[in-house]
């Protein structure tokens, strides 16, 4: 219920109630809910690299390519997750300042991650079209700046210093 209740609401971002519902997540779940939808959008991709697996290769070395590949994939998919999501919140930070609106990064750390979904579900869907990926960078970045955006603007400004 969880990942189908942040998956909606993701889907419904940059709202404002979707937003702070959202933003009420604790960051174990954000960072569970990112790893069970990168595994679903990654999915085909490793189930189609078993099976078209080099059919020279021994019995041995197939099941350690599964098993390595059942391991290591993973935990490169986590590993993406916290760089990608952390670089990301980086730079909503500067936009943060640049607007300045009060946020912490925490807050912006989760606000990216679910910002990402939409972006993300996109990028696969035009991988499977046969899209240039520059092309498919330039709409995860222009849709995924433009949800910051307007989710950092809904947050109230800093108060002026006298």
């Not at 952390?86 to 946020?103: D, E, N, T």
């Not at 910002?115 to 579900?121: E, G, H, Q, R």
Request: overall charge positive.
């Amino acid at each position: 219920m969880g990942f189908l209740d942040s998956l909606m609401n993701s889907l419904r971002l940059p709202k404002k109630e979707a937003m702070f519902h959202l933003n009420r997540k604790g960051i174990t779940n954000t960072i569970g809910y990112l790893f069970v939808l990168l595994l679903l959008l990654f999915l085909p991709d490793m189930i189609t690299s078993i099976i078209h697996l080099e059919t020279n290769v021994t019995e041995v070395s197939r099941g350690m390519y599964i098993i390595q590949f059942l391991v290591f994939y993973p935990l490169l998919i986590v590993f993406l997750i916290l760089v990608g999501v952390s670089i990301l919140a980086g730079g909503g930070l500067l936009m943060r300042k640049v607007l300045s609106r009060k946020l912490t990064y925490q807050q912006l750390w989760k606000l990216t991650a679910y910002a990402s979904t939409l972006p993300l579900i996109l990028s696969v869907l035009l991988k499977y079209l046969t899209v240039p990926d520059a092309f498919s960078a330039l709409i995860f970045i222009t849709i995924f700046l433009y949800y910051m955006y307007r989710m950092i603007t809904i947050y109230p400004k800093v108060p002026v210093k006298p």
